[in-house]
Each structure stands twice: as C-alpha cells, then as structure tokens.
C-alpha cells in the first residue's frame, strides 16, 4: 500500500481520510518503506534544499493560558527564567546574527495571550530593521487580530505562526483559557492579513493516530505553508511531565505520515528533535522533513547554527534560495 500512496501523492491526487487511516497502521518492519517513500516525495517537491529558521524568546514566562505542555504558562511549576518583553533592539541584534550565520527565517516569540500595543510597535520597529537586514521574518505573538495582524505586515511581517497543537478533538485535554475554534480564527486573520502561514502540532502528548489524522486533514484543508513537527519534550512541573517521550521510529513515523497527507509544503521539524530522536536527529530528511528549526527553543536547548548548517552539508542537503 505504501508504493500505491506514493504514487497517488506524485500523481497529485490527496490522500483520503481512509487512505491516512491505512498510512498511520504502517508496522515496525515496514516503516523503512514509508521513510523511503516520504523522503522522494521530499525530493520530487524540493530536490536537495532545505530551509533553516531560528526564534527569539522576546518575553518569557507569566503566560496566564494553560496549556498543559508549556513551561511558561504561570499555572505550571516549571523551574525557568522569567523575564519582561526584550525590547526591539534585543531582537535585531539577534536577527543580525541569525543573518551572517546563514539562517533564513526569524520568528519573534513572545509568551501571553497577546503582546500589549507599545510591545507590538517595538516588535514592529524590529521587523523594519529585519527587513533591511534582509532575513525572512515570522512572528508567534499569541490571538492577534487581522488590524493587528496587517499593522505587522506593513512593517515587514511575512509569516504568521499560530500552532493548532492538536485535533479539535482532543484540544480541550491540553487547554482550557482558549480554544481550537480562537486558534482558526487567528490563522483566518493572518490569511486575510496577507500573511504566510505556518500552523503544525505537538505529538506525544497523549493523542491518538485518529487525533493526529484530524489535524493532517486541518491543516491541509488551511492550505498553510510551513508545518512545525514538534516532539513533546516533557518539562517539570507541567502538566505533562510524566508523559514518556515518543520512540524515535513513532516520531520519523510521524514526520512521514505528515509528508504523505502535505506532500507540497514545508515540513520543518522544531522542538524535542533532540530530545526524541538523540543521534538519530538527522535522520529526519530521510523520514521526509526538509526544514529545521536551529538554535535554542523557548525554554529549552537545541543545536547550534553552526552544527545544524553542518548537518545539512552531511546529508547532502543545500540551504533553499528565494
């Protein structure tokens, strides 16, 4: 079946909800099958490129949401730096550096439901000076609104990142404060904004192949352009911190699965990368990934620039231009 599914995705034609139900029953002897067919359904769609992006934490901690996998929600009891909104400054300069070191994208963060108005015009006088830089840029600033949203653009704004996390089935286990129908609205708002968008998940937090068939079938339906494959990385003191980290083959397994149902966007592997799948991280272009989130995460440690841009020249891969 899996030859059949590859060849219905080359020909362009969508894998149906049935056909992903059969994709996500694939056997341990045979996902060395489904990692060889995602990874030419990767090259068909990208050749040997791939895309590097990195992220600064502009403000950290006190989040009043509660999502139960974030350590820097202020209902958790994680053990992590706190700290006020950074400043445009802060972030330029870490965009500048982003820029020389090669990274193509940069995404401004920021914890809380949305930044106060004087933070949006900081991170926008920073997305100003990104733009001169010339390095493409993102933002993950919480439930915008498209005024808010189109503010951003006109000051050099080209992706929005709003992660859907989830099914809509199982979104109510993980968060309470919002809801999938608020996450849609703000992916709406970014699309009518004008903007790019990015929107993927977090597998391994209890869901089921059906919860992560659904939001396959989401995300398609949203036409994003980017989708982040995080790996829950379980922290202290969250609420799912005792949640057991997926098994390295449950996880390429995933980013396979991910290729087959979106075979024409980018699929770029983010958060618990190393944590999940340890030496076998690289691993991730021959499962069907072609872009990396590089540099550390929110609250924890990822790769270094240099030893991502590395990895790529290991496995053959050249940074994508345009």
Avoid at 134 to 162: F, M, P, Q, V
Avoid at 209 to 230: C, F, G, K, Q
Avoid at 246 to 268: G, H, N, T, W, Y
Wanted: hydrophobic share 40%; net charge neutral.
């Amino acid at each position: 079946m899996i030859n059949e599914f590859e060849s219905k995705v080359l020909a362009g034609l969508p894998l149906t909800e049935s056909d992903a139900s059969v994709l996500a029953e694939t056997a341990l002897e045979e996902l060395p099958g489904l990692f060889s067919a995602a990874e030419r359904i990767r090259r068909r769609f990208f050749g040997d490129t791939a895309e590097l992006c990195t992220i600064i934490n502009a403000k950290s901690g006190a989040c009043p949401e509660d999502c139960a996998y974030c350590a820097q929600s202020s209902l958790n009891k994680s053990a992590i730096e706190i700290f006020p909104f950074i400043g445009a400054e802060a972030i330029i300069a870490r965009a500048a550096e982003a820029k020389k070191c090669g990274i193509q994208r940069f995404s401004v963060v920021t914890s809380g439901r949305k930044p106060a108005e004087k933070e949006l015009k900081e991170i926008a006088r920073a997305f100003d000076e990104m733009r001169k830089i010339g390095i493409g840029t993102c933002a993950s600033l919480g439930l915008l609104k498209k005024d808010e949203l189109s503010y951003l653009r006109d000051h050099g704004l080209e992706r929005y990142h709003n992660n859907l996390e989830t099914s809509e089935r199982f979104f109510p286990f993980i968060c309470s404060t919002h809801s999938f129908a608020d996450k849609l609205e703000t992916i709406a708002a970014a699309r009518s904004a004008g903007l790019s968008l990015c929107s993927g998940g977090i597998f391994g937090m209890g869901e089921t192949w059906l919860d992560r068939i659904s939001l396959a079938l989401t995300l398609r339906s949203l036409e994003v352009d980017s989708v982040p494959v995080n790996f829950l990385n379980p922290i202290k003191g969250t609420r799912l911190d005792h949640r057991p980290p997926l098994s390295s083959d449950e996880a390429l397994k995933v980013i396979s699965f991910i290729r087959f149902m979106i075979p024409q966007k980018e699929i770029r592997v983010c958060g618990g990368r190393i944590q999940t799948l340890g030496y076998l991280h690289s691993t991730i272009f021959k499962a069907g990934a072609d872009s990396v989130m590089t540099g550390n995460y929110l609250v924890t440690t990822g790769r270094t620039f240099e030893d991502d841009l590395q990895m790529l020249k290991e496995e053959g891969l050249r940074l994508r231009t345009g």
